[in-house]
Structures are given as C-alpha cells and as structure tokens.
C-alpha cells in the first residue's frame, strides 16, 4: 500500500529520511534546520514522505511561497510600456504559490524516490495526493489559497520527464528555464597552476589580470564567530547584489549565513575579501558530495570593477575545487557569459508549471517567460584546444 505523510517540521522527519537522502546535502534535516530559522519572510516549508507498505521510498520537498507585488521585479531602466506590462504581470501571479524543490537554489534538490522500490508514476501520484491536501490544509488553517504549482529544475536527462502523460493530464506546463552553469573539474589539474596553464593565451591574460587587480585584498575563510561578527556587513553586501537582480521571489534575513554554518558546520564556507582590513566582499560555497555548489554572495558595488571581484571570486572557486578534489563545481544560473569565461558549461533545465485559474494557466506559459527572460549571451571558450 503507497501512503504519504506531511510534515510541518525538521523535527517531525522520520530517522529514515536521513538515510535515504543521505546523498544530497539539501535534503538533509540539518540544512533543513538551517532555513527553518533562516528562511525568507515568504517562505513556508512542508516535507513529504512518500510510503510503500510503511517503508519510506520517496521524499518531496515543499514551500509555500507568497509572491509580493513589490519585491518581484526590481528596480531597473526599462520603457514605460514595459513597466506597465510588467505591474499587469506581477498582479496575475502574485499571492501563494507551491514550489516542488528549493526556490533558493539552483538545481534539483526537491524530489527523490528509490526507482527499485517506487514507479515514477506511483511516486508522482502519491506527490500529488499530498499537494491537494495540502493545499485544503492551507485554506482551511492559514486562509491562504493556493494560486500556483511548480516542479523546479530538472535536466534534460532526468527520469521525471518519462512523465509526460502524467503532467498532461494534470495540465501542467513544460517550461525551459536559465541553464545551471556547471564546470567539470579536470583530474590532471593537482593545483591552480594546472588548471592556469591549460587556458589559451587570452583567458589566460584575463586571468593574470584579475589576479593584479586583486594585489590590495586579501581572502580569508569566515568561521562561525567572524560570520556573528561580520553579520550586518556580509548581509548588506549580498543585498547589493540581490537588489540589483532584475527578478527575484524571496529576500533573505540577515541571520542566513550564520544559521547555515551553525548547522552545516565544515560543510558550509564563507570566504571574505579584505582590502585594509573591511569586508568589502564574500562568497559561500556548500560541500555536496562530489559537487561543490557555489552559494550566495556579495561585495561592494565601489570595489566591485576596479577590483574584479566577482571574477576572482570565481577563479578563486576553481582553486578550492582543485585544492579540495571536487570533481564537479555547480555556478548555477545568472551571468552566463562570465561564468563561462573560467570554464563553466551551460546545462538546460526546465520546470513544470500550472496556475489554478484556467484562463490565467492557459497562458501562463507566456507569463513565464516575461518572469524568466532569455538572455543573450556568447559562451566563452577558455581552454586550449
């Protein structure tokens, strides 16, 4: 018999979980704990198990989030006509939604089920099942309705998409979204200079330009007392790349970082630059496994260009991979081309979306697309051939 079981809490998860996710830091109940006292102001979660005769076979991870008309488009240069297209936007999806997966990021880092024990479609079934419920369970405690459903980050290879009557059925969008920017890290590359010397000539000048630019600054690791100390500084150097973002669903608090590494411990780093001893910029990565996922970060928009911050910070990536045998480092989504520029590769990835309201679903396929723009940019080559 196939039952589910929602949960409010990390405390609520059963010791099975633990186990069968044991190979995803983010689906771990101590990440779990971090965003629970660390999470945005609109942001609620929920866990499913997914049960096959009593034995746990399947997780889902699930947040209720409240879409706010303001803080969804940024403030940026745009037309007149687009302004207005985009408040029209912005008052069509706001209001409560449920995203399947980590809205905070990049990846898929939402669903899994054991495919020995568990059908992709027994398994979506029973997701399913608990979405209704729980969306009835919202309604009827927080008075909140459920405008939207969204399964987040999939790659192109994932066994989901075997799925397609399934999403069909229950009308449900296949959307193609900005790709997670990945780089596999080469095994003959035993420290930094490796990796420097396989780059051809201009990216290699690029870099040797980054790195003079940075002669000033200093790196050094946070650990959990630094991050206390550092708190409001790291905070309001992420929001000025946060805010800057054209589009974004979530703001996080100031007590984020500190709450990840509290609970994530050596899994979590936090790096800061230091020119004459303030903080002027950072950068977090999490341990997963043989990834190594870049996280948020921040800097100073004064420092940012002279310094080339951001870029060293993405060279500096690479060398804690290398240093740290990482055989894959994940730079999720946003500044494409520069992420390609020191060695990352665009993989696609797609969700699969469904508004509540008929009219509004049935072009709401559109609507993404404004939310999510395509952007233009050139992939950067920077490897010898």
């Known amino acids: 018999m196939k039952t589910y ?76 006509f687009k302004e207005t297209f985009k408040s029209i936007v912005s008052k069509i999806v706001r209001g409560n939604i449920l995203v399947v997966g980590n809205l905070m990021h990049t990846g898929q880092h939402g669903v899994f089920y054991q495919t020995n024990n568990i059908s992709h479609i027994d398994y979506l079934n029973i997701v399913f099942e608990a979405l209704n419920a729980l969306k009835i369970r919202i309604k009827t405690t927080q008075k909140k309705t459920i405008r939207a459903i969204m399964l987040k980050d999939f790659f192109e290879a994932d066994t989901i998409h075997k799925s397609k009557d399934f999403f069909l059925s229950h009308k449900l969008h296949h959307v193609y979204v900005q790709p997670n ?67 974004n669903t979530f703001v996080l608090p100031q007590n984020h970082f500190y709450n990840l590494k509290l609970q994530l411990k050596e899994s979590f780093k936090v790096y800061g630059y230091y020119l004459d001893d303030e903080l002027i ?46 055989p894959n480092i994940v730079y999720a989504r946003t500044a494409m081309a520069i992420k390609s520029s020191v060695g990352a590769k665009p993989e696609p990835m797609s969700v699969y979306i469904k508004h509540t309201n008929g009219f509004i679903n049935a072009i709401l396929k559109q609507i993404f697309k404004l939310m999510n723009p395509k952007q233009d940019w050139e992939e950067r080559h920077p490897f010898k051939i």
């Open 181 to 247: 920017m990945t780089m596999r890290v080469n095994p003959n590359w035993l420290k930094m200079e490796d990796y420097v010397a396989s780059l051809n000539k201009k990216y290699k000048n690029r870099y040797k330009r980054a790195k003079n630019k940075l002669v000033a600054i200093t790196s050094k690791e946070l650990d959990l007392k630094a991050i206390e100390t550092h708190s409001e500084t790291l905070y309001q150097l992420y929001l000025n790349v946060s805010n800057n973002a054209k589009f």
């Open 5 to 80: 079981c929602i949960y409010n809490s990390h405390y609520e998860l059963p010791e099975s979980w633990k186990h069968i996710t044991d190979h995803d830091s983010f689906l771990q109940p101590n990440y779990f704990a971090a965003l629970e006292d660390a999470s945005p102001k609109n942001i609620q979660f929920f866990y499913v198990g997914v049960f096959n005769n009593d034995v746990l076979v399947g997780i889902a991870v699930v947040q209720r989030v409240q879409l706010y008309l303001k803080d969804m488009f940024r403030k940026t240069e745009v037309s007149c």
């Open 281 to 326: 910029g950072f950068y977090t990565l999490i341990l997963n496994g043989d990834d190594l996922e870049t996280y948020f970060l921040g800097y100073d928009t004064i420092h940012q260009y002279p310094n080339q911050l951001y870029l060293n910070m993405l060279y500096d990536m690479v060398k804690y991979a290398i240093e740290n045998k990482f």
